[in-house]
């Protein structure tokens, strides 16, 4: 089945440092989503990105599909930004939402 | 407009006991899923449905686990006779379609001892 590969497993940074996370999957993707899961909380989309570069705030999103990879960058990091990243995909191209997630990466942003 | 609410947010059992989980969608959403998230894993699709209909269960473990959505709306997860490696957290999400706009509850954090 597919396999999404994160890296790296966990991350520490100081506060205003920046970060990139990454994203490798197994076979071509039809739906690609970044999500942030703050310690005990739900899960929160991001991104929804299949495909190209997408911003938001001081996150950026760039997915290569013919090259099976997506990352996650996040800029001048805040103590908030704390919380594990989870990158998820679909492969069959159903339109189902049926997503495979990775095992995440947890970053500490520390003051 | 409301998000995906779960209840309870938090179960401990003992091994042996059965425990229902309950989720309502945002209104209008067709698609509903349920996620099995071990600690400090992804989470892991259990079950979706598109309305009343179950699409998908080839991953709930269904000697103990069984997954309904009578009316289309709200759904419940039930594990009967729980297990220590039940311990996680139960997602529900719901979308249109199965499209972008994918929500998920808070969770309930199940504790099997």
């Known amino acids: 089945g597919q396999q999404v590969q994160q890296s790296p497993a966990s991350l520490v940074l100081q506060e205003g440092e920046n970060a990139e996370l990454q994203c490798n999957f197994s076979s071509t993707a039809t739906r690609l989503q970044w999500f942030y899961q703050h310690p005990g909380g739900r899960l929160v989309s991001l991104f929804y990105?299949?495909?190209g570069t997408k911003h938001t705030g001081r996150l950026t999103s760039t997915t290569v599909t013919n090259e099976r990879r997506s990352s996650l960058h996040i800029s001048s990091s805040q103590t908030t930004d704390s919380g594990t990243y989870f990158c998820?995909?679909?492969?069959?191209?159903?339109?189902?939402?049926?997503?495979?997630f990775g095992h995440g990466t947890i970053l500490r942003v520390h003051p | 407009e409301a998000g995906v609410t779960q209840s309870p947010r938090y179960a401990v059992l003992q091994e042996g006991q059965a425990v229902s989980f309950w989720c309502d969608p945002i209104?209008?959403?067709?698609?509903l899923y349920w996620y099995q998230q071990p600690r400090d894993q992804g989470p892991q699709l259990l079950v979706y449905?598109?309305?009343?209909?179950?699409?998908?269960n080839s991953q709930l473990p269904s000697d103990r686990f069984s997954a309904v959505r009578p009316k289309g709306t709200n759904s419940t997860l039930k594990i009967q006779s729980a297990k220590q490696g039940d311990t996680a957290t139960y997602l529900c999400?719901?979308?249109?379609?199965?499209?972008?706009?994918?929500?998920f509850g808070s969770g309930t954090r199940l504790l099997v001892i």
């Open positions: 998820a995909i679909e492969s069959t191209g159903a339109n189902t939402g049926k997503l495979t």
């Open positions: 209104s209008g959403h067709d698609t």
């Open positions: 999400a719901s979308s249109l379609g199965g499209n972008s706009d994918y929500t």
């Open positions: 449905f598109r309305d009343e209909a179950v699409i998908d």
């Open positions: 990105n299949p495909s």
